[in-house]
């Protein structure tokens, strides 16, 4: 019989810690949170100091009873979730339901940032406490996102149109693209003009040389008639070598990965999105099945800031590069890298495990998409341990002796590697070209100074400046941690919500605001200017981390935000622009009345209406200024689409429904998308078992959005019921789940069909109802808000709804 009770956040990793510990211990997963701020209100005090009120997350009841009576046949319970915030408030909310209130077992916290025995049981060694710093500062970042979420939410839904949420560091992220999308509108392109010129020397190659400087000053040629003018000047003059320096270069490696550097690099050279990279990496981190070993942890923890590496694995690198690439790979220490000043350097950077696990050894027990970001990790980690590699970069400078007795210097640079180090197996990946990848294509003839070179072509050649580029996955993360707001950990969420909500999309990989995102941006920046501001958002984080050092308590920071919020929010209750009712005049008529026309704003957008409504309905679309994709930024887009989540080409094929993108990944990868739409997700592995079959349930996307179901069909065709916390009223056995008619409509009836015939086309509400007592109440959805009526033919009652859940941001 187990002597201690583990508890982790998912089956993976409870059953990777099993197999490490014994039968001494008993190991259970809690499935990630148990307790959580009920979506029904605020569930925050404010006049309390802002105290929280958690309630046990729907569905979690059962298990929370499981654990308690496998915590009271115990001597010590250890709770071992992930060591960050999130992991804290799991373990400290699991420690308040399990502590009995006379005597029970000891609760110890371990925490282990890689999965294997040596760390798992160095942890268990010396078990420590649950860190309420820890926690206070995921319970202050919880509280802040409720508070703004709950009360700015209903403002957008008033305001524009219902659905809509904004989220504290979400806004800012859809400002960031906001704005650089409007820098793009209102970029004016500039003309410049470059001079190439092409030399022989005595052995080839040929020189180009471009022109740098004239009469000693950078040149600056902004017209072809300016250009013109240079080929006249130097038409016929003589080509002499001015200079020839030759200087060698270090190009130093780089530090092991953290999670947004991970992130990063995972879209720029294998295109997996933010999700997909923190999913894949999860797993890695969890455990894989390596051969006869079973259940293996392959990388430390991915939600990391920390470029530290321990002793042990700076040792195996360095015997690993030794024995690998030679001694001369190998510096004479090892490097070590600086970490950001508010790193937690509790944890290590990412890295693997053990280096036995080479990408050799372990790629037939991987999926391809694993492997590539394993492969990744393992070689960016060894790399950092080696040596820089060398060029030898080579500038000659070429004199040209103008008509008018003034200078033209032309100068052309190469480079040669003539020692790879570190790029024996890494390069890091770049967002756009830079003048060293341009050095490098460069080959350079021998030359000396003095020399005379044959004049071949000169090439002038017009050229306008570029707005900056839109973002991508990549450079919005590395903005976003640039300028410190949020934390990787929440960017996959941020990313995701923002295209969800329809506030940005995604085209040739790079983010554009819709219509609907810059009404959104706008109306927040009007009212909420210093909330969603980069610098007080990025004020806000350190705040936080002050809070997790034990610095800063957590109320007395909620009280100064909220000071400066609610004046924002009483504001905006009474001034913000109300873009329902708001009518832009314009000198168009309508061609059915005659009256003038006005744009007005809908659920769908902008569009042109009569202001005869509603004596006249005349209606007309909208055509919106917005970029062309196939005309702006071209530099920017790619030749092909690519799949977003395992990065591979996608191709056009034709379906019942006209064309679209698939990827060629079938039947691996079952991505599609529409065209100029969203890709349709792919099914999202659970935990959970079929309780049909037993393999597991895939969260999967439908027609009428997100469903819950079978991982194996089509052989076993079991689909989860959606249940709404309701009692069935009629049998009282039941529950009330959401069901869809066959054109697809939503009603609600008894589980226990067709036992029990109780149906609804309103969702039930377990409110009973004042007037006649009807043991139920259904939502009803007006113009003005939701409420809640009686569903008694006989009964007109009919009552506000409370305020709408607030949607889970960040």
Partial sequence: MAKALVIVESPTKAKTINKYLGKQYLVKASLGHIKDLPKKDLAVDIAKSFEPRYEVIEGKKKLISELKQ??????????AADPDREGEAICFHLQEELREKKKGPGIHRVMFNEITKRAVQKAFEKPGKVNTNLVDAQQARRVLDRLVGYKISPLLWDKVRRGLSAGRVQTVALRLIVEREREIRAFVPREYWTIDVELAAKKLPHLWARLVKVNEQPAEITSQQAADAVLAEIDGAAYVVRSVVTREKKRNPVAPFITSTLQQEAARKLRFSVKRTMMLA??????????KEG?????????????RVSDDALKDARDYIRERYGKEFLPESANTYKSKKDAQDAHEAIRPTSLAYTPAEVEKYLAEDEMKLYRLIWNRFVASQMMPALFDQTTIDVVAKGNNGIDYVFRATGSVLKFEGFLKIYQEGKDQSDEEDEELKHHLPAVVEGETLRFRSIKPEQHFTEPPPRYNEATLVKKLEGDGVGRPSTYASILSTIQEREYVKKEGGRFYPTELGMVVTDLLIESFDDIFDVK????????LDEIEEGKLDWRAAMAEFYGKFARDLEHAEEHMTDIKRMEKPTDLICEKCGKPLVIKWGRHGSFIACTGYPDCNYTRELTVDLPDV???GLSEQADEEYCENCGRPMVLKKGRFGTFYACTGYPDCKTTKPIGGQQKKPDQPLDEKCPQCGNHLVLKTGRY?????????PQCKYVKQKTIGVKCPECSEGEVVERRSKRGKTFYGCNRWPQCNFVAWGKPVAEKCPECGSPYMVEKWLKAGPVWQCPNAECKHKQDAPQPAEPVLQ
Avoid at 282 to 291: A, H, N, P, T
């Fill in 295 to 307: 259940a293996v942890g392959l990388i430390t923890y991915m939600r990391t800031d920390s470029t």
């Fill in 630 to 632: 196939d005309k702006v």
């Fill in 282 to 291: 999860q797993r890695l981190y969890e455990g894989v099945e390596v051969s």
């Fill in 536 to 543: 007080y958002t990025a004020r806000m984080e350190e705040e």
């Fill in 705 to 713: 959005g997100e469903f819950t179901a079978c991982s194996n069909y």
């Fill in 70 to 79: 496998a915590a009271k046949k115990v001597e010590n319970v250890y709770l």
